[in-house]
């Protein structure tokens, strides 16, 4: 495990209780270029208050920056301000922080060298108590939230407007995702149950099947754009397998074992090419959703404690996890580097290079077609050398 600048610096006082990434677009470099930071939710300390950090990234070091850019206290010490987790919008310039009272809105303004956070009301979030799961659409309209309390309530983003809103939806929500393209949210339940909303229509779509002895427990959709299917974690006794789903019909397509072990958090990269698995004991490893292989496995990352998150960077091999021992990690994954844009370009500049290269010389050399003389360098080439007479011309006269 390549593990460096978890938990950057305790200035800000107490353990990253809940982390995610912030992918932010610089528009004064090229398209594809972003910039990257971290959000923290420190849960406090002995004179220090629970608070939002955001941190810089250093791709290069694999390191987050030691002092935090920005830093917005979310209120006086004590359980009822404690952040319990972090969503992020899709566009990096918002994020929603949940703590035992409810949800705190934090506008994100980033300049040259600075970062600024800058609390928003949201009254429709605001006294919900706690939740436990947080979830923004990829397209960024709309926000889900799950409560202990088995609530669910599904926002337009950022009219607020509600979508759904579901007292009942569990006995209290254990994990939550939404689709890729923003039409299905699933959910489960602390009593092993799940269940897929039809987010537009407002409505419980269908039940996922399961024996009386199963327990659904976390989940995440594909996000490859490729394959639609749905990965769950699914516990028969001692024994955990993670089960794939086809969304079309809502069927088991199959499952494999790849942890081993309880599961406690489930994730899935950007790019849908890697899940995330982490344990009840502090483990996690990455697997390769193409083979449904483990490529990676970080042994004791959050000894004897469980793994709360495990939120992959947008743009490296990287990851931030949580425990609420341990606070946060940051861990290089041992994976098969990605083809960045820039080698994309110089290997098909290499090919039209070689390709031209190969032509110039079939040119020179061939006595083919290519090497005729063309025009009045034609050399007269007398018939009888082809021992017959020229063709006579055709009678043009017409009949």
Known sequence: ??????EA???GGGKAACAAWIRRRDEKAAAAA???FA???????????????????DARECALSPEPLARAVLGEGGTGNAPGGIAVHPAGDELVCATAKGCRLFKLIFEDFSVRIIPRDAPPIESVGPQKCLAFSTDGAKFAIG?????????????????????????????MDISLDSEFLVSTSTDGSARIWKIDEGTPLVNLTRSSDEKIECCRFSRDGMKPFLFCTVAKGSKVVTVVWNISD????????LLGKPISTLSVSLDGKYLALGSHDGDFCAVDVKKMEVSHWSKKAHLGSPVTSIDFCPTERVVISTSNQWGAELTKLNVPADWKEWQLWLVLL?????????????YERSDSFWNFPMGRNQPAKPWSVLKESPPAPEDQTPW
Do not use: C, Q, T
């Open 34 to 36: 972003a910039r990257v």
């Open 147 to 175: 409560g202990e309390d088995g609530r669910l309530r599904i926002f337009h983003w950022p009219s607020m407007n509600v979508l759904l809103d579901e007292p009942k939806a569990h006995k209290s929500f254990r994990d």
């Open 39 to 57: 959000a923290y939710g420190r849960a406090g300390a002995a004179g220090s208050p629970p608070a939002v950090e955001v941190l810089g990234f």
């Open 9 to 11: 610096s305790a200035a």
């Open 1 to 6: 495990m390549d593990s460096g600048g978890g």
């Open 350 to 362: 290499a090919l039209f290079l070689a390709s031209a290269a190969l032509f110039y010389m079939f």
């Open 250 to 257: 809502w069927k088991r397509i199959g499952y494999k074992r």
